[in-house]
């Protein structure tokens, strides 16, 4: 009885070192890794509801705070659970799960069906950039993503000598 008591102690401290080394490891790469940094337009937007990203360099950005950044009206049907958002010419119908999306009417596969985090809905940014005609990209080493509207936040040309 008393070898019985004593290899379940000594397995207890085996379980406690394993746990204790994992849970050193988990907290250390929380305390290095950066939150990623969304801007539109070169201006920082914050969020309630994190951007998500993937292994394989993939970013999914909470779809009103990217529309409101760039200017876009956002409206939800209730009753549908249909979303617009409207940025000039561009209209985006989507619903949440739903990888079947139009713009302008028009139809639009989503790679990756829009999904609801903490009740905000992230969509793609692939999406973002082909529903909203804008440039968009993710840098996971700078943990960076960019949405660049054409004409406002782009640099001018040096070598265009063209009137304006």
């Given at each position: 009885m008393r070898r019985i008591a004593e290899a379940y102690v000594g397995l207890r401290w085996q379980s406690f070192a394993v746990v204790a080394l994992c849970a050193l490891l988990a907290s250390s790469l929380l305390v290095f890794s950066r939150p990623i940094v969304m801007l539109v337009d070169g201006e920082r937007v914050d969020t309630d509801v994190a951007p998500v990203t993937t292994a394989n360099a993939k970013a999914f950005v909470p779809l009103r705070s990217i529309a409101d950044a760039l200017g876009a009206e956002t409206e939800v049907d209730a009753k549908t659970g249909?979303?617009?958002?409207?940025?000039?010419?561009?209209?985006?119908?989507?619903?949440?799960?739903?990888?079947?999306?139009?713009?302008?009417?028009?139809?639009?596969?989503?790679?990756?069906?829009?999904?609801?985090?903490?009740?905000?809905?992230?969509?793609?940014?692939?999406?973002?950039?082909?529903?909203?005609?804008?440039?968009?990209?993710?840098?996971?080493r700078e943990a960076r993503i960019e949405v660049v509207t054409p004409g406002i936040g782009q640099a001018p040309n040096p070598g265009n000598t063209e009137p304006h």
């Amino acid at each position: 009885m008393r070898r019985i008591a004593e290899a379940y102690v000594g397995l207890r401290w085996q379980s406690f070192a394993v746990v204790a080394l994992c849970a050193l490891l988990a907290s250390s790469l929380l305390v290095f890794s950066r939150p990623i940094v969304m801007l539109v337009d070169g201006e920082r937007v914050d969020t309630d509801v994190a951007p998500v990203t993937t292994a394989n360099a993939k970013a999914f950005v909470p779809l009103r705070s990217i529309a409101d950044a760039l200017g876009a009206e956002t409206e939800v049907d209730a009753k549908t659970g249909a979303i617009s958002v409207v940025l000039g010419g561009q209209t985006l119908t989507l619903r949440v799960g739903d990888p079947h999306a139009t713009v302008n009417g028009m139809p639009l596969t989503l790679k990756h069906a829009p999904f609801r985090v903490r009740g905000r809905v992230l969509i793609s940014l692939d999406a973002v950039a082909r529903a909203l005609n804008v440039r968009a990209k993710y840098n996971s080493r700078e943990a960076r993503i960019e949405v660049v509207t054409p004409g406002i936040g782009q640099a001018p040309n040096p070598g265009n000598t063209e009137p304006h």
